[in-house]
């Protein structure tokens, strides 16, 4: 049988603002039926107010010496390792980390791109989950929710959306047990379905960088998890230090 998938900006929303009621602004805007919502993780960060001044930040002695390092301002050096649970890469003009989440990103995912005012970082949500909790419960039955950002990946060139939060959807589609055309069983295969659904939406995301916000129609949403079920165990990372 043969299926598709329907992808669609969400125009309309204003430049969010901290304290706005996102969930009630993305509801107006989203069609009527099953699907799934792909929200981009800024507009989250700014609704809850999870921006930072940096006229406001006073660097550590640790972050100064590894500012010197990464030959970055000392001020956002800080606000990464307040952002973090450990630095996992640092070099000249990199600085990896791994989040309080548990994700291993640049920066932390503290970014200044499209931050409200200038000198002035947005920080990832404090929980995704609950974020993407609390519009899937204003959205109603049978509609999931992506928070996603924008991410780089080891051993390849280029960015992609991937989930950091999810509510109403299994963000793993496990195939272990069933058989492919052959009649071979698959015993490994499980597919990121969560992040899939993010890369797709941030294609039309980057066409329109005012558009934060994806509808997608013809997977109807199914299971429950969480951004948890996406993070290697670290026991089972054969790259972990």
């Known amino acids: 049988m043969t299926r598709s998938l329907t992808l669609r900006q969400l125009e309309g929303l204003p430049e969010i603002q901290p304290g706005d009621d996102l969930p009630e602004l993305l509801a107006a805007q989203v069609p009527a039926g099953p699907g799934v919502l792909v929200?981009?993780?800024?507009?989250?960060s700014k609704a809850e107010g999870?921006?930072?001044?940096?006229?406001?930040?006073?660097?550590s002695a640790r972050a100064r010496e590894l500012a010197q390092k990464v030959e970055k301002d000392p001020r956002q050096v800080e606000l990464v390792l307040r952002e973090s649970t450990r630095v996992v890469r640092?070099?000249?003009?990199?600085?990896?980390?791994?989040?309080?989440?548990?994700?291993?990103?640049?920066?932390?995912?503290?970014?200044?791109?499209?931050?409200?005012?200038?000198?002035?970082?947005?920080?990832?949500p404090l929980d995704p989950d609950a974020s993407a909790q609390r519009i899937r419960h204003r959205?109603?039955?049978?509609?999931?929710?992506?928070?996603?950002?924008?991410?780089?990946?080891?051993?390849?060139?280029?960015?992609?959306d991937v989930a950091i939060g999810v509510a109403g959807l299994a963000p793993l589609?496990?195939?272990?047990?069933?058989?492919?055309?052959?009649?071979?069983?698959?015993?490994?295969?499980?597919?990121?379905?969560a992040d899939q659904l993010a890369a797709a939406a941030g294609m039309l995301m980057?066409?329109?960088?005012?558009?934060?916000?994806?509808?997608?129609?013809?997977?109807?949403?199914?299971?429950?998890g969480s951004l948890r079920d996406l993070l290697r165990d670290p026991e089972r990372d054969l790259f972990r230090d």
């Open 39 to 44: 929200v981009a993780q800024k507009i989250v």
């Open 206 to 224: 980057e066409d329109a960088p005012g558009c934060p916000a994806v509808w997608i129609e013809g997977l109807p949403p199914e299971g429950e």
């Open 50 to 59: 999870r921006t930072a001044r940096l006229k406001e930040v006073e660097p």
């Open 90 to 124: 640092a070099v000249p003009g990199v600085l990896i980390c791994e989040t309080r989440h548990g994700l291993i990103c640049a920066n932390a995912g503290v970014d200044f791109s499209n931050a409200p005012e200038d000198e002035c970082a947005v920080l990832l």
């Open 173 to 193: 589609a496990d195939l272990r047990g069933t058989r492919d055309r052959r009649g071979r069983l698959l015993e490994v295969t499980v597919m990121a379905r």
């Open 139 to 160: 959205l109603g039955a049978g509609r999931a929710v992506i928070i996603s950002d924008t991410f780089g990946r080891p051993w390849r060139e280029g960015l992609v």
